[in-house]
């Protein structure tokens, strides 16, 4: 699964995306985000979640959608667009 | 063609894109410039970041839910990324149809969407080479969500 991040969650976690495998047990957004938020001090951005929107497959979903069988799951602060 | 939806770096012709609607004879053509503006004497310049994949999907969804509620014969929706200057483009909407009503209204509609259902981040350049992430206002969530 490629994980994209954006904005300052691009600049605080130091990377723009990369590829993993969540255990079996990780099967929702907010999942996901404690999952990512134990790979170390950079992901502590991830347990904001108040602050953060998530597109999966490219398309806007909710902290409580499935990811399970996703291929790109994106997160990112609220869109400034416009 | 009817409708022109791009995700690009590079400037736009507001005149030539007009003149595109104008051709298709319905009479009514709205359109709004969305610009850089200078946020006091330390701004420099607005950065906007893109999800490009994303984006001009979400930009045709957006303009796919203005064709199903106003009789529109065409639309353009441009949007620009990268480091822009004060008075520099960002985005551009127009839109044209047969009934003025439709064409101003479905308009305010597009840059309100565009700016709460798309894949954009914009931050502030200041002189001293330091930047600020601009936040979402809850106003324009407001406004897209009156639409709703």
Known sequence: MDILYFAWVREAIGRDGETVTPPADVGTVAELLAWLSDRGEAYAVLRDVERLRFAIDQRFEPIDASIVGATEVAIFPPVTGG | MSDHIAVRRDTFDVAAELARLEAM????????????????????????EAYPAMAEAALGAIVATARERWPLLGVTLIHRYGRLAVGDRIVLVATASPHRAASLEACAFLIDWTKTRAPFWKREWRRDGTTVWIEAKPADEAAAAAWS
Do not use: N
């Open chain 2, 25 to 48: 004879g319905g009479g009514a053509v709205a359109s709004f410039v969305g610009q850089v503006r200078s946020d006091g004497p330390d701004f420099d310049a607005l950065e906007l």
